[in-house]
């Protein structure tokens, strides 16, 4: 399983994450983070899965169910042959698309 992580955030009231991503076939794959004070990834909550189309982009906004501090999130991909073209991720505060706690372009 690919795994595509940051562990170095500090990102206070993120509630909100989005993702530019294209794949060829339809896939499902999983985001999980953890907040200040949690030394590990829970074993329950704080994850949430994504099916994507697959063939073209896709902008997928996904609700974060807290609202504290994000100091690490990892995005699960499953094992596979096909492409994954990954265009951005942003994390939001309050789902604002102009106040961006953090932006990756790749």
């Known amino acids: 399983q690919a ?6 955030l500090n990102v206070d009231g993120a509630n909100a994450l989005r993702i530019r991503i294209k794949t060829s076939k339809p ?3 999983s985001l999980q983070w953890r907040v200040a004070g949690q030394e590990r990834f829970p074993d329950t909550g704080q994850k949430v899965s994504l ?3 697959g063939g073209q982009w896709e902008e997928i906004s996904v609700d974060l169910p807290m609202n ?3 100091i690490h999130f990892r995005f699960l ?3 596979t042959n096909q492409a994954i073209k990954i265009d951005w991720i942003e994390l939001l505060v309050n789902g604002n698309k102009n106040s961006r706690g953090k ?4």
């Open 27 to 29: 896939i499902t794959t």
């Open 77 to 79: 991909l499953p094992k």
């Open 103 to 106: 932006r990756w372009d790749f």
């Open 51 to 53: 099916d994507l189309k």
């Open 3 to 8: 795994l595509l992580i940051n562990s170095a």
């Open 68 to 70: 504290e501090k994000i």
